[in-house]
């Protein structure tokens, strides 16, 4: 059973496009978050929803917007996309506000902008 | 900003041999906590040492925490094929509602 699921895997698409990538994970918890990891590997927060309810939001573009229609997935759409938007963006879960405990991660979607 | 850093950047090793991988990182913590990917995958939680704790096993896995010098390490035993991934250290701090990951260090164990 897949406890954090992201579709899609890959996603290619042209500058100036609308996509969306979807999560959902199956372990009960109350919190999800995405990530972005750039070609350095380095993994950096963007939002985290904790009941539905937006907690963090970090200086992220507008571009980009999160919905959560229920506690066990969070979308991300992401308007107008830029060259710079190319990464790969995880989807993550954790119970109980997330610092506290460990974080599940999803097998995550590799966005490219041609 | 990047809380923890992780040291080597890389690493290669011999199956059999230990691998071990540093982090540090800046502001005082709630906990700290090491994760494993394997490359085109997500991340994995290894393991979360609390900061009054000082040591943790799991299995070949041992992390140590001393937070007066603010860094950690974590020693893999034995390593073997399998254990090549990107490990990264992740810190929690009181006043943030998100994990801070560091830049990761990759291994390479040679069979």
């Known amino acids: 059973d897949t406890a954090v699921s992201q579709t899609p895997k890959y996603l290619v698409t042209q500058m100036g496009n609308d996509k969306s990538i979807k999560c959902e994970q199956n372990l009960g918890h109350d919190t999800m978050y995405w990530y972005k990891q750039d070609s350095k590997k380095f993994l950096k927060i963007m939002f985290s929803y904790n009941n539905k309810e937006l907690i963090i939001n970090e200086t992220v573009p507008n571009r980009f917007s999160p919905k959560s229609p229920d506690k066990a997935h969070l979308n991300l759409h992401i308007n107008s996309l830029e060259l710079g938007d190319s990464a790969v963006y995880f989807c993550?879960?954790?119970?109980?506000?997330?610092?506290?405990?460990?974080?599940?991660f999803g097998p995550g979607t590799r966005l490219t902008v041609t | 900003s990047q809380q923890g850093e992780e040291d080597p950047q890389a690493l290669s090793i011999q199956e059999g041999e230990n691998a071990t991988m540093n982090c540090s990182y800046k502001t005082s913590i709630n906990n700290l906590q090491w994760y494993r990917q394997n490359s085109g995958r997500g991340l994995v939680h290894l393991i979360l040492i609390r900061s009054n704790e000082r040591e943790k096993h799991s299995g070949r896995l041992r992390v140590t925490l001393d937070t007066s010098k603010k860094s950690s390490s974590l020693l893999i035993t034995a390593s073997r094929a399998a254990d090549t991934a990107s490990y990264f250290c992740?810190?929690?701090?009181?006043?943030?509602?998100?994990?801070?990951f560091g830049s990761g260090t990759r291994l390479q164990v040679q069979p």
């Open positions: 992740a810190t929690a701090s009181a006043g943030r509602r998100a994990l801070t």
């Open positions: 993550a879960s954790s119970q109980g506000g997330g610092i506290r405990y460990e974080q599940y």
